[in-house]
């Protein structure tokens, strides 16, 4: 082979290999990342944003009257940092707000015992206070029902069985993700086939609103339950049905009064009645049901972008709340760390190319509701004819949440989008000394990052830390299950990945929609 040609093809290569490693390595903006981190870090005010969410606006129940005020809040909050176009925006006919305005559950005989617990939502209230009887009645299949016939009326029915309670579950806490853990998170490279549909429900078993209807047709006067099992921790949701009849009015009303009882009193109260003796209880519950079916609604604001304004990225976290708690780390930790973020990169100032739009969603935990119909209004889905891809769809890069309790970010998941991998290795690169080092191509599920995954957006949630103490959909999610130093570098990531996901030179790109 003559000299020249080898030289030109060593010339050839190296552009071609320039040109490729141009490609594959994204820029990081070191400068910016460094006030990010200054800002957050030195001057953060996440745990002040949690702390009002929590402390002082509490539960979160969508369309609840709870939420509606710590919506107003959300919104003025955001103007505050200097978001733009900040709106209320309706998402669907949703149903009537419920709240609770008081809760009250004693055991008065064999033994007086203040009892903790607190009313499924979408429940009616007592006839004030009362005083009855407590009776066992666990309904499986409709040939049960003969057996409690006529032995119902006026009291209280146990409706679930006793729960084995984890005692060890408290003082073995929560573990944070090892190095071992985070690799084989990333070396679990076989994305899994989909579930397989499960076998058609027995028809002779009965359905939780058909035992409920039983037990109001009795005369029954309450119903009590218990699920969960953790020590001390009442879990409850709402009443059977409720999607079904989208949260209606009517059948709240002629629905019972229905309690989630911590499993310590539960338990206490269905091994008496198991020895053939009596229990007397007193309860007394207030509800608000709304009158008329109103529209659920996401808060959203945005820092706009400059010449490619039109592109968006997205920040968010669901704003709604099961009602028992303020449910701190599910999910005021993540609307926290998401306005914390937009806040830094106003405090630094900013000039994102693309727009940077947070959204704090409601009807998250009755089915990813504001999230999946924001996603169908604003950017349409390929795969819903009714619902074609807006011009913004393609304009859209991608969508990042923070949902998997409180703990601090240790890597993302890809959600099977491999061509993600290296722009997100690259903004991942300034935050190793945080412990962010894992990318996973897995996908993960259950909250709103799904709603873009499911159109073909790019959508993603972290991978993080279980933290002690976080409680989701539990009566005892308080400020107190929140680490502040978690939560700060959380918003300093998601301040630096929107921002890069702003500046970079593509948008995110998409994997095949299937
Ligand atoms: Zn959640």
Known sequence: MKPFPRILAAISLVIVFGAFASDQTPTVDWGTVAKIREEGLQRSQVMDIAGYIVDVLGARLTNSEDMKRAQAWAKGKMGELGLENVVIEPFMDYGVTWDNDYFSLHMLEPDYQPMTGFPLSHTPGTQGRIACPAVVAELQTKADLAKFKGKLKGAAVLASPPLAINQASLAAGVARLTDEDLKKLQENVVPPAPRATPPPPNPDL??????????????????????????????????????????????????????????????????????????????????????????????????????????????????????????????????????????????????????????????????????????????????????PPTPDYEKFSAYFNQDYGAGQFRGIYLQGNEHARRLFAAWMEPFRDFGLTAISIQSVGSTDHVAFDAAGLPGFQFIQDRIAGTAGHTNLDFLDTLAAEDLMKNAVVEAAFAYQAAMADERVPRKTLK
């Not at 006067?221 to 009443?239: E, I, K, M, S």
């Not at 509800?287 to 304004?309: M, Q, S, Y």
């Not at 926290?336 to 704090?360: D, H, M, S, W, Y």
């Open 206 to 387: 009965l359905k939780p609103e058909e035992k409920i209807a039983f037990f109001k047709a009795e005369g029954a006067v309450a119903v009590l339950q218990c699920d969960g099992g953790r020590p001390g921790v009442v879990v409850g949701f709402a009443r059977p049905g409720t999607k079904d009849d989208k949260w209606s009015r009517e059948k709240s009303l002629e629905s019972l009064p229905i309690v989630a009882v911590t499993p310590e009193h539960y338990n206490r109260m269905y091994r008496i009645l198991k020895r053939g003796l009596a229990v007397k209880i007193e309860v007394e519950i207030r509800n608000r049901i709304g009158e008329k079916a109103e529209k659920a609604a996401n808060v959203v604001g945005e820092i706009p972008g400059t010449d490619l304004k039109d592109e968006v990225v997205m920040l968010g976290a669901h704003f709604d709340s099961w009602h028992a708690s303020p449910n701190a780390s599910d999910d005021a930790a993540g609307c926290a760390v998401a306005l914390e973020a937009a806040r830094i990169l106003k405090a630094i100032g900013a000039k994102p190319r693309r727009t940077i739009r947070v959204a704090l969603w409601g009807g998250e935990e009755q089915g990813l509701y504001g999230s999946q119909e924001y996603v169908r209004k604003h950017f349409g889905n390929p795969k819903e004819p009714k619902n």
